[in-house]
């Protein structure tokens, strides 16, 4: 199966269809184990344990500016929506 896989180059589609298993969370962890020896699942969950602290010390001071744009956007949709209200009502 791999060798057809990595010599015929089916489209994803394909593959999909023929082999469904290979596209589940556990037999991508089991893959990627047999591969490179290492439990990816494992190891990613432990970086994020380690790297979360400093994830949140560098996005929390952009939530503001986030929540500042969001609510422009808000208030330009509603703007354009509460117009467009107006602009259908009959007189």
């Known amino acids: 199966m791999r060798r057809e896989i990595v010599e015929t180059g089916p489209p994803v589609q394909k593959m999909v269809e023929q082999w469904p ?3 589940t969370e ?12 290492i439990n990816l699942q494992r190891d990613f969950f432990e970086a994020l344990d380690r790297y979360t602290p400093r994830f949140i010390h560098i996005f929390k001071p952009k939530t503001r500016s986030v929540e500042r744009k969001l609510a422009e956007l808000l208030e330009q949709i509603s703007g354009v929506s509460h117009s467009r209200a107006h602009s259908h009502t009959v007189h």
């Open 21 to 23: 298993a290979l596209f």
């Open 26 to 37: 556990s037999q991508v962890f089991a893959e990627f184990n047999r591969i490179a020896c």
